[in-house]
């Protein structure tokens, strides 16, 4: 199915918004989606529980948030790679009649500034 997407990033005061088309699927409580933006391919996972993204290109990345968890951030470049462990402060997933709103808040867990990223996907 089609979804319309819209992905805010805000951090330090400033703000950055990838807005594109997806293809969903909702199914067991999960709204798995995938799309392409900048030459890369991402997959986007959202639960009431937690939200996890994946790309991949010339860099490739995968995050997990969930309230009050850490968890590593997987990042690499060719043969280059490593990890950093985030910290979400708060996240909170809402689904309404097949559109979901997801938002969370994260930082590196000591004491650094933090990223707000909101997610807004709606049926197309």
Request: glycine fraction near 12%.
């Amino acid at each position: 199915m089609k979804y319309s997407l819209e992905i805010i990033q805000s951090v330090g005061g400033e703000q950055s918004i990838v807005a594109v088309d997806a293809e969903g699927v909702f199914a067991d409580g999960v709204l798995s989606l995938e799309y392409s933006f900048d030459g890369a391919h991402y997959a986007l996972k959202i639960s009431e529980r937690a939200m996890e993204q994946a790309r991949t290109g010339d860099i490739n990345l995968q995050m997990s948030f969930a309230a009050g968890e850490r968890t590593e951030c997987r990042i690499s470049e060719g043969q280059n790679g490593g990890s950093f462990t985030i910290y979400t402060e708060e996240y909170k997933a809402v689904f309404e009649g097949g559109n979901c709103t997801a938002d969370c808040l994260f930082s590196d867990g000591e004491g650094g500034e933090s990223t707000r990223i909101s997610v807004a996907a709606r049926r197309a």
